[in-house]
């Protein structure tokens, strides 16, 4: 977004993406290369080259992730050892970025460095979605069609093993897929909120929210060294690779 588009009353916005050092799973995940570059990279570029972002931060509370953030155009927030644990919640890291950076935006595009699918046409769709629906907050979300069950406990039957029971469908009743739309579930790959609405609630989450459904084939979640290799194979057929001009 230029100076002459925010002169315009066009709303300032900046990308955050948060990447500490203590993954246990899969150790500095962030910067480990995924198919030739570091998985950060693979966010920052796609969010930097859609153009919907003033700046693009990464909030992190290690030295060699923070220079690959710098590598990558970004600028770097040094975050505290109290939003560093696996306690530690990501709506608690995005208020501290607010609170220490006091960021002159009015928006902020939060992505996760490990879900690396999503492309600059996703980001502006999504962002375009946000501005025209009036939201204060918007998250990514995938449609599954899933038979979901709950384990029900106080089965005395022996062996310890518990009942079920269904929760999202009538097993007498089964619907076909083609006449069922399916669930909605947040993925956790961008959450897209206003600062004054984070501000005031405390959360991503609040006031007017709505949804950007991606895909599901798009959606890749790494914790585990399995997932490592499945995002591998999605990158490379669904990954945004920047022009070598634009590094």
Request: proline share 5%; hydrophobic share 30%.
């Amino acid at each position: 977004m230029d100076d002459a588009a925010r002169r315009e009353g066009k709303p300032r916005v900046y990308g955050l993406i948060l990447a500490r050092g203590g993954s246990k799973g899969i150790p500095l995940k962030n910067i480990k290369s995924l198919s030739g570059r570091p998985l950060l990279h693979w966010t920052m570029h796609a969010m930097r080259d859609a153009g919907v972002a003033d700046e693009i931060w990464v909030s992190t509370d290690h030295d060699e992730i923070a220079r690959i953030a710098r590598e990558g155009g970004a600028r770097v927030h040094r975050r505290s050892a109290a939003v560093s644990t696996d306690e530690a919640s990501s709506d608690d890291t995005v208020l501290e970025f607010i609170r220490a950076e006091n960021p002159q935006c009015d928006v902020i595009i939060h992505a996760q460095a490990t879900s690396p699918c999503i492309s600059p046409p996703h980001y502006r769709e999504m962002m375009d979605k946000f501005f025209r629906g009036g939201y204060d907050s918007l998250f990514t979300v995938s449609r599954q069609h899933t038979f979901r069950w709950e384990e029900v406990d106080g089965d005395d039957r022996g062996c310890g093993s518990s009942s079920t029971a269904p929760l999202n469908f009538d097993p007498k009743h089964r619907p076909r897929r083609q006449d069922w739309r399916g669930e909605l579930y947040e993925n956790g790959a961008v959450y897209v909120s206003r600062v004054d609405a984070i501000k005031k609630s405390g959360y991503r989450q609040s006031g007017r929210v709505g949804y950007y459904e991606m895909p599901l084939y798009l959606f890749v979640d790494i914790d585990e060294p399995s997932d490592w290799f499945l995002a591998e194979n999605r990158v490379q057929q669904y990954g945004y690779t920047p022009n070598h001009n634009s590094e």
